[in-house]
Structures are given as C-alpha cells and as structure tokens.
C-alpha cells in the first residue's frame, strides 16, 4: 500500500496494490476509484485536498489498525 500526496495538484492518492488500473469512475466531486480487472477497488483519489482539510499538516500522518 502507498500513499501519495501531490502538494501541487493538491491532492492525495492511496494505491492499495500494484493491479493494473483498468477503469476509473468519480463516485462523488473529487473522489475517483481505480478498478482493476476483477472490478476491484485498488485505488483511491481525492482531489481537492486542501479545501477539505484546511488544517492538514503534511508532515504527520497517523496510521491505525484495529
């Protein structure tokens, strides 16, 4: 899993495998799934960054498991 923020097109991606991306659909105003073959989600996009998360500091990034 990888997760890319893109400071200038402000926006963040997280790729959960390495699937070849076969189609890419906006499910809602700046968030885009990849899809792979098997119309797996293996993708994440959200556009757009900023304006969602004013206070974001790109520095630090929490991870979490349950």
């Known amino acids: ?13 997280l ?3 390495d699937s070849k991306i076969i189609e890419s ?6 968030v885009v799934l990849d899809f792979d073959e098997r ?11 900023s304006k969602r998360t004013p206070n974001l500091d790109l520095r ?3 991870f979490q498991t349950a």
């Open 1 to 13: 899993m990888r997760l890319h923020v893109d400071k200038e097109a402000d926006a963040l991606y």
């Open 15 to 17: 790729r959960l495998d």
């Open 25 to 30: 659909e906006e499910v809602s105003p700046g």
């Open 39 to 49: 119309n797996q989600v293996v993708g994440i996009e959200i556009l757009n960054l």
């Open 60 to 62: 630090e990034f929490q």
